[in-house]
């Protein structure tokens, strides 16, 4: 995983990695070893790890206050909304078993805990955590919680080389 990061940030020099730390805190201190090896490549200061069970502190867009919201309820929610106002598209390729989303469409809220924080389904959902991730980046690096969202550019590439349909452009598929 961490060479293949590596190759991917060569190719792409992305601006963020963001990664879930609760599952990658040795990659990720690799990733910033390398970077600190090659500083050229980044990687020291673009990989961000994210812990899922910690807290964010966001500015509240109605109240203008800063709160603090669980980190995975965060990303999840604003994935969430990114899908229902239509902002994201998805290839088809992507809408089959074990693909992006299928994982999205079987994510699902199993149960509240006793302080009404939502415990989430579990199986493999790398890949959407992975998405997800990536939209909490853009929203945190690149807008502001007082603003509306705008979600320029995420995606999932499975090959550098890789297009979608004719011309380069995709036919998308919805997540209901």
């Not at 902002?87 to 302080?115: H, W």
Request: glycine content about 10%; hydrophobic content about 35%; overall charge neutral.
């Amino acid at each position: 995983a961490v060479g293949r990061i590596i190759k991917l940030n060569e190719h792409w020099n992305p601006r963020y990695i963001y990664v879930d730390q609760g599952f990658g805190e040795m990659q990720i201190e690799e990733l910033h070893q390398y970077g600190k090896t090659f500083p050229k490549s980044g990687l020291s200061r673009t990989v961000k790890g994210i812990m899922m069970g910690s807290k964010t502190e966001i500015v509240d867009p109605v109240t203008g206050l800063k709160v603090k919201k669980y980190t995975k309820e965060l990303v999840v929610e604003i994935a969430a909304r990114r899908v229902e106002e239509g902002q994201c598209g998805f290839p088809r390729i992507e809408d089959m078993k074990g693909s992006l989303v299928n994982q999205l469409r079987d994510l699902e809220v199993v149960r509240y805990s006793a302080t009404g924080k939502p415990v989430y389904s579990q199986g493999n959902e790398h890949t959407a955590t992975a998405w997800m991730l990536s939209v909490f980046a853009m929203m945190l690096e690149f807008t502001s919680l007082a603003r509306s969202f705008c979600v320029t550019s995420t995606g999932l590439v499975r090959k550098a080389s890789e297009t979608f349909g004719e011309e380069g452009g995709f036919d998308p598929v919805q997540i209901e």
